[in-house]
């Protein structure tokens, strides 16, 4: 079983920075993986697929990276909206990472 | 427009069998490829994939959870069910469908609202 493993578990940042988010899976993946933001109360919502390939309507800020056992999604100028747990997610086999908290200071 | 939306009883006694059904619109389930999953949340944790059907009907299973679930699907009515057996109190959690558009590649890219599901006596 393969286990996704998210640092840092929060990250309190400013309006205007860049925020780095990792994920890392105990074995080397192929690039199904996929990051989601969710803001309390609501549902998850898409981010990026298949490792670097934005959603659609997802702002240019965000952007994903990685292969193998080290997966990124940077948020490169940080906006109040940004606030949210950020989930990442393989595919096949199906799991989700922990998360990871963005405060916005 | 593509929507889905979770139903079912929200309130189960330990030891139960949870149905829900996730009923969607905007695409089908027997276009090639397509798949739609089963997730939950308990308050305050993470998410947690439960279940995945496949237009072709291929089915696949969390682990940790596989002799519980059974997912299942009727084209006809547009219709996903989950079924979980021997529910109890660490089972409540919001629970969530969500389409997959390319057989594992893309990502969960609609979900549901969720629906809550208590499990008490």
């Known amino acids: 079983e393969i286990v996704l493993t998210q640092s840092p578990a929060t990250l309190s940042l400013s309006p205007g920075e860049r925020a780095t988010l990792s994920c890392r899976p105990s074995?080397?993946?192929?690039?199904?993986l996929a990051w989601y933001q969710q803001k309390p109360g609501q549902a998850p919502r898409l981010l990026i697929y298949?490792?670097?390939n934005r959603a659609t309507g997802i702002p240019a800020r965000f952007s994903g990276s990685g292969s193998g056992t080290d997966f990124t999604l940077t948020i490169s100028s940080l906006e109040t909206e940004d606030a949210a747990v950020y989930y990442c997610?393989?595919?096949?086999?199906?799991?989700f990472g922990q998360g990871t908290k963005v405060e916005i200071k | 427009q593509i929507t889905l939306k979770e139903s079912g009883r929200t309130l189960v006694k330990p030891t139960q069998t949870l149905t829900l059904t996730c009923t969607f619109s905007?695409?089908?389930?027997?276009?090639?490829?397509?798949?739609v999953a089963w997730i939950r949340q308990p308050p305050g944790k993470a998410l947690e994939w439960l279940a995945v059907?496949?237009?072709?009907?291929?089915?696949r299973y969390s682990p940790s959870l596989r002799t519980r679930l059974t997912i299942t699907k009727d084209t006809s009515k547009n219709q996903v069910f989950l079924t979980m057996t021997d529910m109890d109190p660490v089972d409540t959690a919001t629970y969530y469908c969500?389409?997959?558009?390319?057989?594992?590649?893309?990502?969960?890219?609609?979900w549901g609202q969720g629906t809550r599901v208590t499990v008490s006596s």
């Open positions: 969500a389409r997959n558009e390319d057989y594992d590649r893309r990502g969960l890219d609609v």
């Open positions: 905007g695409f089908s389930l027997t276009s090639s490829g397509v798949g």
């Open positions: 059907i496949y237009w072709d009907d291929d089915k």
């Open positions: 074995q080397s993946v192929g690039s199904y």
């Open positions: 298949d490792a670097s």
């Open positions: 997610q393989l595919s096949d086999p199906w799991t």
